[in-house]
Every structure is written in structure tokens, then in C-alpha cells.
């Protein structure tokens, strides 16, 4: 009897496994989704700790150009070789009206765009056929120990843009 019942076992458990293996799909049959092609890549620095004025002029610095032009002009501000023109009661610099050199700003915003950069490269997007558009924005300010003056905070928006050749008008 002990024989009989130890057949009938295997022969269950052999029916048990023919009908997970039936009902098991296939593997290769799963579908794969092709994800769609992003167009542009974007970086949000937020609570920045650069002043607003410098973020502005570093902003309206970068905007429009080509993303390794700007890394390498704006690591020649953080050497003190080029300075940012800059608007209001500022002084002259050489080759420029007035300017400053905001090496703080310029490092954070190197590293922003070295971030962009790699954003785009895992994107497949074509880095010569786009340009900077930069968006700074204020920022809440915190008070600082004891409320004796707040920091300058500052959020920025980069965001590689698709180049648009605009056709020429005819003059008549």
C-alpha cells in the first residue's frame, strides 16, 4: 500500500508540473515599448546660493550660446580672465561697460550645465544643434542666526532649446 500511495504522488505531482509549464508564458513573447524620443533636457537649480543680480547676468551670459562655449567662458570668469557685464551702478571693466566677476555663480553654474550636458548625452541629443535658454527666479530667503539679515537664494532653470533657422524676408 505504502507503494501505491508513493506512485500515485509522483504521478500528481507529475500532472501538477505539465500544467504549470502549459500555463507559464513564454518569454520571448513579451512586448517591449519603445520610449518616446525626449527633444529637450532641462536642470533645475534650486535654492541657488547666488544673488539674484548675479544670477540674471550669468543667465542672460549663457543664453543662446552652444553648451561647451559657455562652460569654458564661464570657467575663464571663475580665473578672473573675462568678466559678466552687468547693469546699474557698477564700474567699467576693460574691452566693456560695467561688469563684475561672479566666480561663485560662474562655479555653480558650471556645474549646472555639466549636469545638463550629461542629461543630454543620456538623452541621444544632438548637442550642435542646440542652444542655452536660462531662467533665473528669486527664491525665499531664509534669516540667518539671531535674524540679523536673510541669504540671497536664487532658483535657475537651463534647458537645452532645438536651434530655429528663420527663413529670410524678401524687401520690396
Known amino acids: 500500500m505504502a507503494e501505491e500511495n508513493k506512485q500515485?504522488?509522483?504521478i500528481e505531482k507529475n500532472k501538477i508540473e505539465e500544467k504549470k509549464t502549459a500555463e507559464a508564458p513564454i518569454k520571448s513573447e513579451v512586448k517591449v515599448e519603445?520610449?518616446?524620443k525626449k527633444t529637450e533636457a532641462v536642470v533645475?537649480?534650486?535654492d541657488l546660493s547666488v544673488s539674484l543680480k548675479h544670477a540674471v547676468?550669468?543667465?542672460n551670459f549663457i543664453k543662446g550660446k552652444e553648451i561647451d562655449k559657455a562652460i569654458s567662458e564661464l570657467e575663464e570668469v571663475a580665473r578672473l580672465k573675462r568678466a559678466i557685464p552687468m547693469r546699474g551702478e557698477i564700474p567699467h571693466k576693460s574691452g566693456?561697460?560695467?561688469g563684475r566677476y561672479p566666480t561663485?555663480?560662474?562655479?555653480?553654474f558650471i556645474k549646472l550645465l555639466k549636469s545638463l550636458k550629461s542629461n543630454a548625452i543620456a538623452n541621444e541629443i544632438e548637442l550642435e544643434?542646440?542652444?542655452?535658454?536660462a531662467i533665473p527666479n528669486l527664491a525665499s530667503r531664509p534669516f540667518r542666526r539671531f535674524g540679523q539679515g536673510r541669504f540671497k537664494r536664487s532658483h535657475v532653470t537651463i534647458r537645452l532649446v532645438p536651434i530655429t533657422i528663420k527663413?529670410?524676408?524678401k524687401k520690396k
Open 96 to 98: 566693456m561697460m560695467s
Open 167 to 169: 527663413p529670410k524676408e
Open 129 to 133: 544643434k542646440y542652444k542655452l535658454h
Open 8 to 10: 500515485e504522488n509522483k
Open 57 to 59: 547676468s550669468l543667465c
Open 104 to 108: 561663485k555663480g560662474a562655479g555653480i
Open 34 to 36: 519603445k520610449k518616446a
Open 44 to 46: 533645475n537649480g534650486r
